[in-house]
C-alpha cells in the first residue's frame, strides 16, 4: 500500500511539473516555428537593399535672328546707298547626368513595439557599433506581416512595409569626408 501511495505522489508530482511547464507555452502549437506574433517579441530582420539610379540629359537650343533693311536713292546725278542689317543668335548647350549605386546587407534584430487593427507587427531597431574609434547606428523602423516572418523568426527588410532605414557614421573617416567650413559657407552663398 506505501508503494501505491509513492507511486501515485510521484506520478502526481510529475504530472504537475510537466504541467506547469506546457502552460508557458500553450499560445503555442507544439508543431509550429517560434514566430513574432506579439506585442514584445523580437524578430531578426535581414537587410538585403540594393539600389541603382542612373539618370542623363542633353539639351541644345539655338535661335537666329535678323533684321536688315536699305535704302537706295538718286537725286541728279549723285546716288546715295544706306543699308542697316542688325542680328542676334542665340545658343545654348547644356548635358548633365548623375549615377547612383548602393548595397546594403547586414542583420539587426527588432522588437515588436505595437499590432496594427490588420493584425501587422509594428517594429523598431537599433544597433550601435564602434570600433576604432568610428562609430556606426543603424536604426529601422516598419510594418511586418506576419506571413511574411520565415520560419527561422526572420524576416527580409524588402517585405517591410513603410520601411526607415537609417545608416549613420561618426568618427575620424566621416569627419575627413565633410567638406570643411569655408566650403560650406561657400555652398551657400552659390
Known amino acids: 500500500m506505501k508503494k501505491l501511495t509513492f507511486i501515485i505522489t510521484v506520478f502526481l508530482i510529475v504530472s504537475f511539473g510537466l504541467q506547469a511547464q506546457f502552460i508557458q507555452n500553450t499560445s503555442r502549437s507544439l508543431f509550429s516555428d517560434v514566430k513574432a506574433f506579439k506585442k514584445g517579441d523580437a524578430v ?11 539618370n542623363s540629359a542633353t539639351t541644345k537650343d539655338s535661335r537666329s535672328t535678323t533684321i536688315g533693311g536699305g535704302v537706295d536713292a538718286n537725286f ?11 542680328g ?3 545658343e545654348n548647350t547644356g548635358s548633365g547626368s548623375t549615377s547612383r549605386r548602393e548595397s546594403i546587407r547586414t542583420k539587426i534584430s527588432a522588437k515588436v513595439i505595437e499590432i496594427d487593427e490588420a493584425g ?11 570600433v576604432n574609434g568610428e562609430e556606426q547606428t543603424i536604426k529601422i523602423s516598419g510594418t511586418v506581416r506576419p506571413v511574411d516572418i520565415l520560419p527561422n523568426n526572420s524576416v527580409y527588410s524588402y517585405n517591410i512595409l513603410n520601411l526607415t ?3 549613420e557614421g561618426e568618427g575620424t573617416v566621416s569627419n575627413v569626408q565633410e567638406p570643411g567650413l569655408i566650403t560650406k559657407f561657400l555652398r551657400i552663398l552659390f
Request: charged share 25%; aromatic share 6%.
Open 44 to 54: 531578426t530582420i535581414l537587410i538585403v537593399e540594393y539600389t541603382q539610379a542612373d
Open 76 to 86: 541728279n546725278s549723285s546716288r546715295f546707298n544706306a543699308g542697316a542689317e542688325l
Open 88 to 90: 542676334t543668335k542665340n
Open 120 to 130: 501587422n507587427l509594428i517594429v523598431e531597431g537599433t544597433r550601435k557599433t564602434k
Open 165 to 167: 532605414l537609417l545608416i
